[in-house]
T-cell receptor, first 113, second 112 residues
Framework: ETGVTQSPTHLIKTRGQQVTLRCSSQSGHNTVSWYQQALGQGPQFIFQYYREEENGRGNFPPRFSGLQFPNYSSELNVNALELDDSALYLC????????????FGDGTRLSIL | GENVEQHPSTLSVQEGDSAVIKCTYSDSASNYFPWYKQELGKRPQLIIDIRSNVGEKKDQRIAVTLNKTAKHFSLHITETQPEDSAVYFCAARPSNDYKLSFGAGTTVTVRA
């Protein structure tokens, strides 16, 4: 069984730039959720994708967007990067359903200069 | 939306003693409560979860209890070992929402 994989592991950008982060879900999982984890805090829900559509969103501005592909992999795109976007971005996959366990990848550490 | 509060923020225990972490939630529609362990520089790892139709669940040295009336749930680790040192997060998810809301985390240190 293949676990959740994310790329890249680290990324350095400057303010105003755009970034794309990638996630491959665990085999058999059809739902992908993205989280932002600032240093010393719990993960904050960004959005969730199921059947290639966003079906839930947290308190993040529209410059955070995503995609899900037919193979259930997903991308997180962030435009007009701000210093506060510096964080660990985590992807979690699961089966569809409110009580299905979510399994996380190792994350992408994004630093904004 | 759901608001999850977690206490304490740090916990130091002697090896072999028990550790207890408590969380409260605000949304009475929450029905799924997972716990994650995150070691430094690693991914959050699901260690146990409980659904609202169950009051307690055990897995070896780990147990979780849920009180839906009071809207709180707790993680109990017995016979703690140095490898239990990590940050632990509780979370809650309503059955009518896609959002999993996390607590701020508890840093557990097991002293040898």
């Amino acid at each position: 069984e293949t676990g959740v994989t994310q790329s890249p592991t680290h990324l350095i950008k400057t303010r105003g730039q755009q970034v794309t982060l990638r996630c491959s879900s665990q085999s058999g999982h059809n739902t992908v959720s993205w989280y932002q984890q600032a240093l010393g805090q719990g993960p904050q829900f960004i959005f969730q994708y199921y059947r290639e559509e966003e079906n839930g969103r947290g308190n993040f501005p529209p410059r955070f967007s995503g995609l899900q592909f037919p193979n259930y992999s997903s991308e997180l795109n962030v435009n007009a990067l701000e210093l506060d976007d510096s964080a660990l971005y985590l992807c979690a996959s699961s089966l569809a359903g409110w009580d299905q366990p979510q399994h996380f990848g190792d994350g992408t550490r994004l630093s904004i200069l | 939306g759901e608001n999850v509060e977690q206490h304490p923020s740090t916990l130091s225990v002697q090896e072999g003693d028990s550790a207890v972490i408590k969380c409260t939630y605000s949304d009475s529609a929450s029905n799924y409560f997972p716990w994650y362990k995150q070691e430094l520089g690693k991914r959050p790892q699901l260690i146990i979860d409980i659904r609202s139709n169950v009051g307690e669940k055990k897995d070896q040295r780990i147990a979780v209890t849920l009180n839906k009336t009071a809207k709180h749930f707790s993680l109990h680790i017995t016979e703690t070992q140095p490898e239990d040192s990590a940050v632990y997060f509780c979370a809650a998810r309503p059955s009518n929402d896609y959002k999993l809301s996390f607590g701020a985390g508890t840093t557990v240190t097991v002293r040898a």
